[in-house]
């Protein structure tokens, strides 16, 4: 259980269980966690850092979160020391103006856009937005259509996001 209150979190967890405990903190909890310093398997760490973004829930906590690695952490500095290589996160809330209840909508987005990974830009948007509407967003937000969609930054996933709550019928919304 979580707190229902605003609270962060110190805490070295149990690698296996890693993504569960994160999408319970930064999707779950999304409105009430602020942040904090968490010790992990350096492999999924390094994932989270990755230039381009695959995981739809990484691209959903870049956008809400700052992820920070802050060091690697050897074996031997545990007892008994664990067969594979830690890191220090450092996780921290940007202070952004999103309205909560459109966080299950938003990692929608995401996944019906990431579905095929190796898609342009262009074409990932055309099937949402109609394509006046693709070159629009490119030319406000500054994307490269010809990159694949798992090129996008987190602010520009964000704002593709924003742009199809405006322009974008509900009927035709990822679910």
Not at 2 to 9: D, L, Q, Y
Not at 35 to 47: H, W
Not at 154 to 163: A, I, T
């Amino acid at each position: 259980r979580v707190p229902k209150f605003p609270f962060k979190v110190v805490s070295n967890i149990p690698y296996g269980i890693t993504s569960d405990i994160f999408k319970i903190l930064m999707f779950e909890s999304l409105g009430n966690f602020l942040g904090g310093s968490i010790v992990l398997q350096l492999e999924p760490t390094q994932k989270l850092f990755s230039r381009k973004l695959y995981n739809p829930y990484t691209v959903f906590y870049h956008t809400f979160f700052d992820l920070k690695l802050v060091y690697e952490v050897g074996p031997e500095s545990f007892l008994p020391p664990p067969t594979v290589k830690s890191a220090l996160l450092n996780i921290k809330r940007k202070h952004l103006f999103f309205d909560f209840k459109f966080k299950a909508k938003y990692l929608a987005f995401i996944s019906c856009l990431l579905e095929k990974p190796d898609l342009s830009v262009k074409t990932a948007l055309k099937s949402i937005f109609r394509k006046s509407q693709v070159r629009s967003i490119s030319e406000k937000f500054g994307l490269n259509l010809n990159a694949q969609i798992v090129c996008l930054s987190p602010s520009q996933w964000l704002n593709c996001f924003l742009e199809m709550l405006e322009v974008v019928p509900e009927k035709f919304h990822p679910s």
